[in-house]
């Protein structure tokens, strides 16, 4: 009886045993395997919703636009209904992050990192890949949230680090590994993180040393692709590269390994080679195509979304670099033929993968997902000895993917376990800054890109801002356009959104520069420019030039023409002192005349009873009916004073291209440096304050009575009739006709920032006396607020022109 | 011991039962055996099978069909024969399946596929598709749910799609097996610039019925390659006929010089063009530049059909090559003359399309007459909610010769009259000529050519780009032709 009680449980113990491995590890040869892949990206600390105005492009991918055009998207609530539905839908799941979770949102700011960590930690991410901006609060801070709250894998492999065990040595070698192998019921999927280079030496030029040595990626991309493909089925990518690199485009930015010389150009700068460097220049697209063995490839740090991913075919060697030849050769996936020096001249490909790319964008707007199938090949007779060696090795490849993005838009709910862990935070947040409060109004959006001239409207908001804040007033400020990291959305500004706007802690920096050297600075932002779609790389104020973006497009052939410098620099002038005597229209701002040659304007915007003036003595003229002073230029806001390259001049920038960073290296060996401790976001934000008048400010005797009737009479009203007599207040300020439409800002503001106030009574039962009572307190709120708050307005004003200067 | 004993034995049961349960979908069917055949077996396509005989594309309904033979299997790789749920179709990466076939159903997200019921774990049927270009399979799925007849009012098509969120009462959605199958490639070829840029109703684009103009291959990532020419076929000897015509700031356009119209087999500029947006500077490439292969994104932006996030690759010349000079573009000579165009042509909405992204000129127009300022209340922006505001820019866009400054201030475009059409042209920073100036309102210019442009939202909606100062001529004494 004994015995038979032992057998029974011997044998239920061992059908135990075999369940547990069998779930394991199933034997999948001669399967089809679905692996789905979410991907995610560039988070940098958006968890908390905000607004958006959907673009073209976002539009097209299913972030669709509501009447308003201002949409609410993202949110870190959202995106764990949509990865969490995915993980329940069973199947083999992997979740893969690209990086740059940290940085650009208050709640990092204040809670560095360990509210994006937990969130990371509770969806389960599988792998996750460095980005450059995990370490915006030292590496110190990373290393310490990742020890207490990230229980996911951190990657990289492109980073030599020192051992974390020596005294003072970075501790970041303790907790990144390069690799991880996911066994997803059975079928191995090994992910290697990839770090981003450029903006690493970008950080150490700004004077923050990390304890990391860059190390060539294809180099050690491949040792690991070879290394892991003998224990693994699949090799997988996480990027922080970016997309590709440009030989000349990212010289200085804070995107790429960076050249030396601040004058090289073209063909002659032999480390922008991708070959020669001893840090190659690589992206996504060049790293696919310079090794051989990755299966799918997932990229991030451009904030771009890839749809359809690209299918970038791995072994295909840059042939400027034997060596990269000569190795893809020795893997038997190309034949190079050579000419009497050897030299590869052209190759026939013998066999290579075709490698999906994918990118998910950025800031929580999407979710990407890649379904995958993978199998065994049969191979045939035509197969070529590399097919029968990589079959020897491992015969799983990708048979097919397909990319669905998810937008996250209103329509997704919220997840109740990420809500909580956003609860303990969000109070604490809002005790600490005062981030609801609204500091001013923004009748139309300003925009951190230029749509027109090369300076952008937001641009040239910062950088008069900074300009001109007490105890600066410098000559000139410069700050980098990227620096500027979101539109301000029409609508109520508040502290929220000028730490979107701006959410490193930079201060402004004060310096004095020669002016060879100022000119030197210039033609380093057109160069940068030029190769970036002609979108101004910084922005000015004080100062004039006109980039030459069309050199070597309208020069079809190398060689010729002078290439990408700045033009007509002028610093400070007459239009500083008093801009309406030199034909700046009043309302629009803008110079309203013209002379030859220029484009000022033209000269039919002069009022009628002023003769445009064609020309002046010295061809300097400018305005209605008067020339520029002695020596100054037109310029498109004014008359400008020439640079003297060897005057001085004095220029307030922020402390991060200061000290050198995105390549701004005229500025980094700077003795004249002074850090004025002052935040370049409170700079701003005062600038609001003191320089644009209340959205009120126009409201005549009869209007303002109407608003201060409404304020006290409307108290007691029912829901329906206090709506309706706030629908009647707004009627009578807007008008019927455009004459009395001249309070529509103001209006404007008060229905908007009425919107958003009375949202604080949510918290009270619908419909509820209280309710109805919080929400007219909310609105009188507004309607009095919207008198004084500043009406903020900025715009392209051409003080960076874009004009080829064959006209000159 | 007993206790010990019958707790053995009841922990093993449950994990026995446990595990059966946890497996039994898998027991059920694993993935799916996809080949092209049919009951009787293996059938062998037409073309396709290898890459060096790849079928033709072909965006005709129904151009190519193929047997399929779908079979669930287990564990064991055996026909899994209880199985008999629906499963889905599809063609990946490119293909477009039929419309009308009767399995034929759209997913919330929009997708085309085919929902088939296995019968004992087995489909056999005929699969239809059209416009499929390089490798391409066939895909099929357990998803759980027989996608809802009426995708629109379907329980979860408000929610997101999700997995599972496919059917009318899917308000708890549960997923499938998750089993896929994936059948051996078929080669297709690339589409030609032309297949690109050819609408589908081309009847349509003559009565200018808006949106009408868009490409079929929209939202697909596409390759074009460069195919080899002997010489005795009309196109210049050679591999790369994909001549770039001018770069821009972000990107460039590229004329296929060997295109031919399909049903008279003529070269042709119709359709032959397109632009490649590149966001960036592209880098080292020139206008003259030949083109081995790019590949790109196709979208449509304001009704112009354009390839993004593109990546090409150039026919260089070396050294060792006769003829070769490596400091100037090998195919500069092939770039092709431009394409006259006169007041009838544009206004020929068909006409205007199949020469969209072409090198075009026109002759003997008037400039801009007059830049009038909408902007009444000094907001910088033109207020559509003022009626003066929009009253004056819509009479100004109705007015030949009427640029609203505004909007000049932001896109450039000032306008030349040809006959009384009004035609685009955008060249600051380009050409020296300021449209502004009062000396140059009204002004004559013989001769402008450039890359034309379409923006359904401009005014007027067809843009000429000259490409450098000699594009543009005022007068005809010294004029390049």
New interface residues.
């Given amino acids: 009886m004994?015995s038979k009680?032992l057998l029974?449980?011997i044998?239920?113990?061992f059908?135990?045993l075999s369940?547990l491995k069998?779930?394991d590890s199933?034997?999948?040869r001669?399967?089809?395997?679905?692996v789905t892949f979410i991907h995610t990206a560039d988070w940098h600390s958006r968890l908390l919703p905000y607004y958006l105005e959907v673009g073209?492009t976002d539009k097209?991918l299913?972030l669709n636009d509501n009447s308003s055009g201002v949409e609410v998207v993202g949110g870190a609530a959202r995106a764990g209904t949509?990865i969490k539905?995915?993980r329940?839908?069973?199947?083999?799941v992997i979740h893969l992050d690209t990086g740059d979770v940290f940085q650009g949102a208050p709640i990092f700011n204040e809670f560095l990192g360990e509210v994006e960590f937990r969130i990371y930690s509770h969806l389960k991410v599988d792998a996750f890949a460095v980005g450059n901006h995990e370490f915006d609060m030292g590496v110190t801070n990373f290393v310490n949230k990742a020890n207490e709250w990230a229980s996911f894998p951190m990657l990289n492999i492109n980073y030599a680090l020192e051992n974390p065990y020596y005294p003072g040595a970075s501790p970041l070698g303790a907790i990144t590994y390069p690799y991880q192998i996911v066994n997803v019921q059975g079928l191995r999927v090994a992910i290697i993180g990839v770090g981003s280079l450029g903006s690493i030496v970008s950080m150490y030029e700004g004077g923050n040393s990390l304890g990391i040595t860059p190390i060539d990626t294809l180099d050690i991309t491949q040792f690991y692709i070879d290394w892991l493909r003998p224990i693994s089925d699949v090799i997988v990518i996480s990027s922080h590269l970016g997309l590709?690199a440009?030989?000349?485009?990212e010289r200085g930015s804070e995107d790429q390994v960076q050249d030396d010389d601040p004058d090289c150009v073209g063909d002659s700068c032999a480390s922008n080679d991708l070959c020669v460097s001893n840090q190659r220049l690589v992206g996504d697209?060049q790293l696919i195509a310079n090794t051989e063995g990755i299966d799918v490839f997932f990229g991030g740090h451009l904030h771009?979304v890839?749809?359809?991913?690209?299918?970038?075919d791995d072994c295909t060697p840059d042939l400027s670099c034997p060596e990269l030849i000569d190795e893809m050769e020795k893997r038997g996936c190309l034949v190079a033929q050579r000419?009497q020096y050897g030299n590869a001249?052209s190759y026939t490909k013998t066999g290579s993968r075709?490698v999906p790319l994918m990118h998910s964008g950025a800031f929580l707007k999407f979710i990407g997902q890649m379904d995958t199938?993978f199998?065994i090949p049969e191979l045939d007779s035509?197969a070529t000895p590399n097919d029968i060696e990589r079959h020897r090795i491992n015969g799983w490849e990708l048979?097919?993917?397909?990319q669905?993005m998810?937008?996250m838009n209103e329509?997704?709910?919220l997840d109740p376990d990420i809500e909580w862990i956003l609860d303990q935070y969000r109070p604490e947040l809002y005790r600490r800054l005062p981030l609801t409060r609204y500091i001013a109004y923004a009748?139309?959006k300003i925009r951190r890109f230029a749509?027109?001239f090369g300076d952008s409207a937001l641009g040239n908001l910062v950088s008069t801002a900074i300009q001109v804040r007490r105890r600066i007033e410098t000559d000139f400020s410069l700050t980098n356009t990227l620096g500027i990291r979101s539109d301000i959305e029409a609508g109520p500004v508040s502290i929220e959104t000028m730490y979107n706007v701006f959410p490193f802690e930079n201060t402004i920096t004060t310096l004095t520069l020669s002016g060879s050297e100022v000119k030197a600075l210039l033609d380093y932002v057109a160069l940068r420019s030029?190769?970036?779609?002609?979108q101004a790389q910084a922005q000015v104020a004080g100062v004039t030039m006109v980039m030459n973006?069309?050199d070597?497009?309208?020069?079809?052939?190398?060689?010729e023409g002078s290439f990408e410098t700045a033009h007509r620099i002028t610093i400070g002038g007459s239009r500083l002192t008093d801009p309406t005597n030199f034909g700046i229209d009043?309302?629009?701002?803008?110079p309203m005349c013209?002379y030859?040659?220029v484009?000022c304007?033209?000269?039919?915007?002069c009022p009628d009873d002023i003769e445009?003036v064609k020309s002046c003595p010295d061809g300097t003229s400018f305005g209605n009916g008067g020339c520029c002073p002695a020596g100054e230029l037109c310029t498109p806001n004014g008359c400008g004073r020439p640079i003297n390259l060897l005057a001085s001049y004095t220029l307030a920038a922020n402390d991060y291209i200061a000290a050198g960073g995105s390549g701004f290296r005229v500025l980094q060996f700077n003795t004249t440096q002074y850090n004025t401790g002052i935040p370049l976001r409170d700079a701003v934000i005062d600038f609001m304050y003191i320089n644009y008048a209340g959205c009120g400010v126009d409201l005549d005797d009869q209007a303002f009575e109407e608003v201060s009737t409404f304020v006290s009479s409307t108290s007691n009203l029912s829901a329906t009739e206090f709506t309706n007599a706030f629908s009647a207040l707004l009627d009578s300020l807007r008008g019927s006709?455009?004459v009395t439409?001249?309070f529509?800002?103001y209006a404007n503001c008060a229905e908007d920032m009425a919107d958003l106030m009375k949202k604080d009574c949510s918290y009270l039962p619908d419909n509820s006396d209280a309710q109805l009572r919080c929400k007219i307190q909310k609105t009188h709120g507004a309607v009095e607020m919207c008198i004084d708050i500043p009406c903020i307005?900025a715009?392209?004003d051409g003080r960076i022109d874009?004009?080829?200067p064959?006209?000159e | 011991?007993k206790n010990i004993?019958f707790l053995?034995?009841l922990?093993?049961?449950f994990?026995?039962v446990?595990?059966v349960d946890?497996?039994s979908n898998?027991k059920d069917v694993?993935?799916?055996k996809?080949i092209f055949g049919d009951a009787n077996g293996p059938v062998t396509p037409v073309c396709g099978n290898?890459e060096d005989d790849p079928c033709d594309f072909n965006l005709t309904e129904g151009s190519f069909s193929v047997p399929l033979s779908v079979r669930a299997?287990n564990?064991n790789?055996q026909t899994a024969s209880t199985f008999g749920r629906t499963v889905l179709i599809?063609v990946?990466?490119s293909g477009i399946l039929d419309k009308d076939d009767p399995h034929a159903k759209v997913l919330p997200?929009g997708r085309l596929v085919l929902a088939v019921a296995l019968n004992q774990g087995e489909w056999n049927g005929n699969i239809n598709f059209r416009g499929a270009f390089g490798?391409v399979?066939i895909?099929v799925?357990d998803v759980g749910y027989e996608p809802a007849a009426d995708v629109v009012n379907s329980a979860c098509y408000?929610?997101?799609?999700?997995?599972?969120c496919y059917a009318q009462d899917d308000d708890n959605p549960l997923?499938g097996t998750?089993?896929?199958?994936?059948s051996n490639y078929l080669y297709f070829m690339n589409p030609t610039i032309y297949d690109i840029q050819k609408p589908a109703d081309e009847d349509a684009v003559a009565e200018g019925i808006r949106d009408s103009d868009g490409s079929e291959l929209n939202?697909?990532?596409i390759q074009v390659d460069a195919p080899e020419y002997t010489g005795d076929d009309g196109c210049p000897a050679g591999t790369a006929r994909l001549v770039v015509t001018q770069?821009?700031?972000?990107g460039f356009y590229v004329t296929d010089v060997c295109n031919r119209d399909p049903e008279s087999g003529d070269l042709s500029p119709n359709y032959a063009s397109l632009y490649v947006y590149n966001?960036?500077?592209p880098?080292?490439l020139?206008?003259?530049d030949c083109l081995l292969s790019f590949?790109g994104?196709v979208?449509e932006?304001?009704g112009y059909t354009e390839l993004k996030?593109p990546?090409w690759t150039v026919d260089t010349c070396?050294e060792?090559d006769p003829g070769c000079d490596v400091?100037?573009?090998k195919c500069?000579d092939l770039v092709p003359a431009p394409i006259e165009l006169d007041d009838l042509d544009f206004g020929d909405p068909l006409t205007m399309e199949r020469m969209e992204s072409a090198l075009v000129t026109i002759h003997n127009v008037t400039a801009t007459t007059?830049?009038l300022?909408c902007?009444?209340?000094?907001?910088?922006?033109i207020?559509y909610?003022?009626?003066?505001?929009k009253q004056c820019k819509y009479d100004c866009e109705d007015e030949v010769g009427c640029v609203v400054?505004e909007d000049y201030?932001?896109?450039?475009t000032w306008t030349v009259n040809l006959n009384n059409v009004e035609v685009g042209v955008v060249s600051?920073?380009?050409?020296?000529f300021?449209p502004?100036?009062?000396?140059n309102?009204g002004q004559s210019i013989y001769k402008i050519t450039g890359t034309l442009k379409h923006l359904d939202f401009g005014s007027p909606a067809w843009i000429i780009i000259p490409?450098?100062?000699e594009d543009f001529c005022l007068t005809q004494t010294g004029c390049e032709e």
Avoid at chain 1, 30 to 34: A, P, R, S, T
Avoid at chain 1, 601 to 605: K, R, V
Avoid at chain 2, 158 to 164: E, S
Avoid at chain 2, 385 to 389: F, W, Y
């Fill in positions: 004994r009680f029974l449980s044998i239920t113990m059908s135990f369940c069998e779930t199933p034997d999948l001669g399967h089809d395997v679905e073209e097209a299913g949509i539905r995915i329940s839908a069973g199947g083999r590709r440009e030989k000349q485009m697209e771009i890839l749809s359809p991913p690209e299918v970038v000419d001249t075709k199938v199998g035509a048979k097919a993917f397909r669905i998810h937008p329509s997704v709910p009748p139309v749509t027109g030029s190769r970036r779609g002609c973006c069309n070597h497009v309208v020069f079809p052939y190398k060689d009043d309302t629009s701002k803008k013209s030859d040659g484009r304007t033209s000269g039919t915007d445009p006709d455009d439409r001249m529509t800002k307005e715009r392209e874009r004009i080829f064959i006209s | 011991m004993l053995t034995i922990l093993g049961s994990s026995f446990s595990c946890k497996h898998e694993v993935s799916f996809v290898t299997l564990e790789l599809s990946v990466p997200d490798a399979s895909f799925e408000n929610i997101y799609p999700g997995p599972g997923s998750g089993a896929v199958g994936v939202k697909f990532r770069v821009s700031v972000t966001f960036n500077t880098e080292e020139y206008r003259g590949q994104a979208d932006f304001q996030n990546f070396h060792e400091d100037e573009p500069a007059e830049f300022r902007d009444q209340n000094g907001d910088g922006v207020d909610d003022l009626a003066s505001e400054k201030d932001v896109y450039f600051k920073g380009i050409i020296g300021d502004e100036d009062e000396a309102l490409r450098d100062p």
